[in-house]
């Protein structure tokens, strides 16, 4: 079993950075590939950005590249979303998702096997 825990969401003003992190349990972290995930009120999950079991390979959704980074530090069993330049469509909860089966970034949400519980991320105009 892996336990996700998102935290460091919260309220910004547009154009304000806030980052994101997902601590993990388990001892196999190193090797899983891990997400970010988003979900707006009305909307269906999407994609935000991917990174392999080294941090070696990193996908983004064209929506946020070149505003969010996405990283890791296996050491401490955490994946970051460092988010810039935030705008008021950026508004939703934010998803932690591991891959266990796989360390290459995905893509697909049902590529992922544990999910965290989200964190709000909410950007005023």
């Known amino acids: 079993q892996v336990q996700l825990v998102e935290s460091g969401g919260g309220l910004v003003q547009a154009g304000g950075s806030l980052r994101l992190s997902c601590a993990a349990s388990?001892?196999?972290?190193?090797?899983?590939?891990m997400g970010w995930f988003r979900q707006a009120p009305g909307k269906e999950r999407e994609f935000v950005a991917a990174i392999a079991w080294n941090g070696g390979i990193t996908y983004y959704a064209d929506s946020v590249k070149g505003r969010f980074t996405i990283s890791r530090d296996n050491a401490k069993n955490t994946v970051y979303l460092q988010m810039n330049s935030l705008k008021p469509e950026d508004t939703a909860v934010y998803y932690c998702?591991?891959?266990?089966?796989?360390?290459?970034?995905?893509?697909?949400?049902?590529?992922?096997?544990?999910w965290g519980q989200g964190t709000q991320v909410t950007v005023s105009s």
């Open positions: 998702a591991a891959n266990s089966v796989s360390g290459w970034p995905k893509r697909g949400a049902y590529e992922y096997d544990y």
């Open positions: 388990g001892r196999t972290f190193s090797t899983y590939g």
